[in-house]
């Protein structure tokens, strides 16, 4: 029996050491291969080759000044590619592997395709803790860019079903790892000048700034682009969404948080961290079913609560 499955040439790569190898044989040959991460699927191509990171931004309709995410395997590989400080080294120690991407001035000799960071002097790096994931960076031993994997603008994916819905096609492989346990994207954090909160995501500020000792400045809609995921209008799905809603309109359906009757229930338990795991799959399965419109309940604005709250802010922004 074959370890890949085909589908209009886009393969189903099993969490296994040939689907690892032969997903980093696809990015070597300049391939797309969707991997999962802790926070959500990425569309991953190789950072050092033009053609490969233009055919993200074709597969995705991603706007060309909106950098990329440059996945690491280690600390080591970051070096290559970003100057490296102090303060990096503090909050690498502490959230790294994890959901947690640093901005650091590239170096002049980082070898990147220009592609990757819009023509900014900066870069973003993470190091994921997704198993699969480390093992596809060590085994490719090089620089993946790797924005979601999702039509840009739409709904991310947390499974290969959702990936495969929204990319089949258009991308060589989808490495199937289940579940992303996280469920939003990475904090993004920015250390090329005063510690700054470009997006909020799976590390809390809150943690951030007792890591650095200082308080952070936050990035405010409508700055300049400065970090992926900074667009206003983001993570929408095809209906439009409501904020805060007490209770239903005509052709709605309900996200719900907390005991309450509702659709779908991001936790009934009030669990941030649990609501964060469902977000982007409650909206996905809501979006399914047709509705006008999706109703969504208020969301604590603090810790996890930041994160879902600001994808659900660009989820409901126009379009």
Same mark, same amino acid.
């Given at each position: 029996?074959?370890?890949?499955?085909?589908?209009?040439?886009? !393969?189903?790569?099993?969490?296994?050491?040939?689907?690892?190898?032969?997903?980093?044989?696809?990015?070597?040959?300049?391939?797309?291969?969707?991997?999962?991460?802790?926070?959500?699927?990425?569309?991953?191509? *190789?950072?050092?080759?033009?053609?490969?990171?233009?055919?993200?931004?074709?597969?995705?309709?991603?706007?060309?000044?909106?950098?990329?995410?440059?996945?690491?395997? &280690?600390?080591?590989?970051?070096?290559?590619?970003?100057?490296?400080?102090?303060?990096?080294?503090?909050?690498?120690?502490?959230?790294?592997?994890?959901?947690?991407?640093?901005?650091?001035?590239?170096?002049?000799?980082?070898?990147?395709?220009?592609?990757? #960071?819009? *023509?900014?002097?900066?870069?973003?790096?993470?190091?994921?803790?997704?198993?699969?994931?480390? *093992?596809?960076?060590?085994?490719? *031993?090089? %620089?993946?860019?790797?924005?979601?994997?999702?039509?840009?603008?739409? /709904?991310?994916?947390?499974?290969? &079903?959702?990936?495969?819905?929204?990319? #089949?096609?258009?991308?060589?492989? /989808?490495?199937?790892?289940? %579940?992303?346990?996280?469920?939003?994207?990475?904090?993004?954090?920015?250390?090329?000048?005063? %510690?700054?909160?470009?997006?909020?995501?799976? /590390?809390?500020?809150?943690?951030? !700034?007792?890591?650095?000792?200082?308080?952070?400045?936050?990035?405010?809609?409508?700055?300049?682009?400065?970090?992926?995921?900074?667009?206003?209008?983001?993570?929408?799905?095809?209906?439009?969404?409501?904020?805060?809603?007490?209770?239903?309109?005509?052709? !709605?359906?309900?996200?719900?948080?907390?005991?309450?009757?509702?659709?779908?229930?991001?936790? %009934?338990?009030?669990?941030?961290?649990?609501?964060?795991?469902?977000?982007?799959?409650?909206?996905?399965?809501?979006?399914?079913?047709?509705?006008?419109?999706?109703?969504?309940?208020?969301?604590?604005?603090?810790?996890?609560?930041?994160?879902?709250?600001?994808?659900?802010?660009?989820?409901?922004?126009?379009?």
């Amino acid at each position: 029996m074959s370890n890949t499955q085909s589908s209009d040439s886009t !393969e189903t790569l099993p969490d296994s050491a040939d689907g690892v190898a032969r997903a980093a044989a696809l990015l070597a040959a300049g391939g797309l291969v969707a991997m999962p991460t802790e926070t959500v699927y990425g569309l991953a191509a *190789d950072a050092r080759k033009d053609r490969a990171v233009a055919r993200i931004f074709n597969a995705k309709g991603r706007p060309r000044f909106n950098p990329l995410i440059v996945h690491v395997a &280690d600390v080591e590989m970051a070096k290559r590619y970003v100057e490296w400080s102090s303060l990096a080294d503090r909050v690498a120690q502490a959230f790294w592997p994890g959901a947690l991407t640093l901005v650091l001035p590239l170096r002049t000799d980082s070898g990147l395709s220009p592609l990757v #960071t819009a *023509d900014l002097p900066t870069l973003a790096v993470r190091m994921p803790a997704h198993p699969l994931a480390q *093992d596809l960076l060590r085994l490719f *031993d090089g %620089p993946v860019a790797a924005p979601s994997a999702n039509p840009s603008g739409k /709904i991310s994916p947390t499974t290969a &079903d959702h990936v495969a819905a929204g990319l #089949t096609g258009r991308i060589e492989g /989808i490495l199937d790892g289940g %579940p992303c346990p996280v469920g939003v994207e990475s904090t993004i954090l920015g250390l090329s000048g005063t %510690p700054t909160l470009l997006r909020p995501g799976g /590390i809390p500020q809150e943690a951030l !700034e007792q890591c650095l000792g200082q308080p952070l400045e936050v990035y405010q809609n409508g700055d300049a682009l400065t970090a992926p995921g900074q667009m206003t209008s983001h993570y929408a799905p095809g209906a439009s969404v409501r904020l805060n809603a007490d209770a239903l309109a005509e052709g !709605e359906v309900m996200l719900g948080f907390g005991a309450m009757e509702c659709t779908l229930n991001l936790s %009934p338990a009030g669990d941030l961290v649990e609501a964060a795991a469902n977000l982007f799959g409650h909206l996905h399965a809501l979006d399914a079913m047709g509705p006008e419109g999706i109703a969504v309940a208020p969301i604590p604005e603090t810790g996890l609560g930041r994160a879902i709250n600001d994808r659900l802010r660009r989820a409901a922004a126009p379009r």
